[in-house]
């Protein structure tokens, strides 16, 4: 996809109607590229034993985590109240692995209260789930001391990173297992994310596997996300039949060695999944020319997709109120009191008048799940476009700033 095409079946009459009924800034999502994704996921796995979750930090959408629930996959949460979303959804506790970093003694808790597996990251968390819950089940997130991601923030194993136990202090794991009688039944790894890259992933793993084959309670070994998409016109899709090839396959084979009878292997993608479902419409209210740029204001800003501003993500623009305009050079421009705020440096986009309604393109992962509330701009409305039919549904209202403040402050005059 380019900035001069939007990924089928969002389609551009449907974009400009929405954004006349609902206003801008709104993000739309399409079930039916969820459900493709998935599929075409699912058609590379099939015949082995690797099961599927979702990595609910992507987007937390009503809609979203129930077409999951749905299509039969568990989920990753990873704090208290992904954990709850995911249980008000319908997920059974056996289908959600709790992941949350750094996690205190009350989630802990109210995870196990939940009858939910949990996926320790650190030694003193371990001990302390041991003296609490003896003999109880349990995963442990490991750091297999090889990371990767297309940025360093996203970067979670390695020397540097905070994410899992390093795998040369397996020793203190066992230690820690035995002595309270923990059950290991998962390993867990999650080195980081947009990987495009099946070598390092597959080098991950491999260390991995080599803790894993001394464990014989493992019912699981959970090997994360991290699958990326192409976001710019520079970067290719993964190739999955590679990604079977060099991964799905060894880890069918490494099965046969291992010495638990029953072991299955999760993926638990979120970008891979959603990101190319989402886009964000915003109108631009003002055009600015200065002798090195050419700017495009809009209605929102790095609080509604954070992304640019954090990573240099890019994010293709697509002008949908004149698709066949002269290209121009444009740096979109947000609403937020930064110099980090942007859509798009320096991009060749068809050409922007004031009012024209903007898609900003694969923006389902991690956009309005990082959101927030900088300079008091209240969030994007969010729609979902139903596979079948035509009626769309809206997901959450944009707030009114009344409203927002109200929230926030009731009773204030
Ligand atoms: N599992 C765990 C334990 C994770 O921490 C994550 C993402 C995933 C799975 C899913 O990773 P994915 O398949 O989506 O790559 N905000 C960043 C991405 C941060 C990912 C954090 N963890 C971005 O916008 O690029």
Not at 169 to 196: A, F, M, N, P, W
Request: glycine letters at 8%; hydrophobic letters at 40%; aromatic letters at 8%.
């Amino acid at each position: 996809m380019t900035e001069h095409e939007l990924k089928r079946p969002f389609n551009p009459d449907t974009l400009r109607e929405i954004a006349d009924s609902y206003g801008t800034p709104t993000y739309c999502y399409s079930e039916q590229i969820i459900r493709d994704r998935i599929s075409l996921l699912r058609s590379h796995l099939s015949g082995t034993p690797v099961h599927l979750s979702y990595a609910a930090k992507a987007n937390v959408a009503l809609p979203i985590l129930r077409l999951m629930l749905d299509e039969g996959l568990g989920v990753d949460a990873v704090s208290p109240a992904e954990l709850e979303l995911a249980i008000r959804v319908g997920f059974a506790p056996d289908q959600i692995l709790y992941s949350a970093n750094n996690m205190t003694d009350q989630e802990m808790n109210l995870a196990a209260s939940k009858g939910v597996v949990m996926n320790v990251g650190e030694l003193s968390r371990l001990k302390r789930f041991g003296q609490d819950f003896p003999c109880s089940r349990v995963c442990v997130r490991l750091n297999p001391q090889i990371g990767a991601g297309h940025h360093k923030h996203v970067i979670t194993a390695g020397r540097d990173s905070k994410f899992g136990i390093p795998v040369e202090q397996t020793d203190e794991i066992k230690r820690i297992v035995s002595e309270y009688d923990l059950q290991l039944i998962g390993l867990h790894q999650h080195i980081g994310s947009g990987i495009l890259d099946t070598d390092v992933v597959w080098a991950a793993i491999a260390v991995m596997l080599d803790v894993a084959i001394q464990f014989d309670s493992l019912q699981f070994i959970n090997l994360g996300g991290g699958l990326g998409v192409p976001y710019g016109p520079n970067e290719h899709a993964l190739d999955l039949s590679l990604w079977r090839e060099k991964i799905v396959r060894p880890l069918e084979e490494y099965r046969g060695r291992h010495p638990s009878t029953d072991l299955t292997f999760v993926f638990e993608p979120g970008r891979f999944l959603v990101a190319e479902a989402g886009v964000l419409l915003v109108r631009v209210n003002t055009i600015k020319e200065t002798e090195h740029h050419l700017f495009a204001g809009v209605d929102s800003g790095m609080g509604h997709l954070s992304r640019p501003a954090i990573y240099g993500a890019y994010h293709a623009v697509y002008n949908l109120s004149h698709p066949d305009g002269e290209l121009n050079t444009y740096d979109i421009v947000g609403n937020i009191c930064e110099s980090a705020d942007f859509f798009a440096r320096e991009r060749a986009i068809q050409e922007i008048r004031v009012g024209d309604l903007l898609a900003i393109l694969d923006v389902g992962a991690y956009g309005m799940s990082m959101a927030s509330l900088y300079n008091m701009r209240p969030l994007p409305a969010q729609l979902w476009l139903p596979a079948e039919g035509t009626e769309i549904r809206l997901v959450t209202a944009r707030e009114s700033a009344t409203e927002l403040i109200d929230r926030l402050y009731p009773g204030l005059d």
